[in-house]
């Protein structure tokens, strides 16, 4: 069975970091994209960030030189660095993962960006 686990979500203030961290279990070989969405309350999940198996890596507008998407192949692991967090950032965070041809998602995780 695949699961996803995220981790690293909390409170920070405004111009703040986190690092949200995501392991998948359950998976023989090497996944070939992760990803990060995140869903405000009352909006629709947005795509975030995403990373190949190649490190290929792709950015929303709204994070580009902020955030940036990195992943660990051995562990099937991916990370999302967040600098500069803004309150507009504030919402819950999905890592995602395509393999074997089927989309799996975690649970999610709360960033709270606030003084």
């Known amino acids: 069975q695949v699961q996803l686990v995220e981790s690293g979500g909390g409170l920070v203030q405004p111009g703040g970091s986190l690092r949200l961290s995501c392991a998948a279990s359950?998976?023989?070989?090497?996944?070939?994209?992760m990803g990060w969405h995140h869903q405000a309350p009352g909006k629709q999940r947005e795509l975030v960030a995403t990373?190949?198996?190649?490190?290929?890596?792709n950015y929303a507008d709204s994070v580009k030189g902020r955030f940036t998407i990195s992943r660990d192949n051995a562990k099937n692991t991916v990370y999302l660095q967040m600098n500069s967090l803004k309150p507009e950032d504030t919402a819950l965070y999905y890592c995602n993962a395509v393999w074997a041809g089927l989309a799996y998602w975690g649970q999610g995780i709360q960033v709270t960006v606030s003084s």
């Open positions: 990373v190949t198996r190649g490190l290929n890596t």
């Open positions: 359950g998976i023989i070989g090497s996944i070939y994209y």
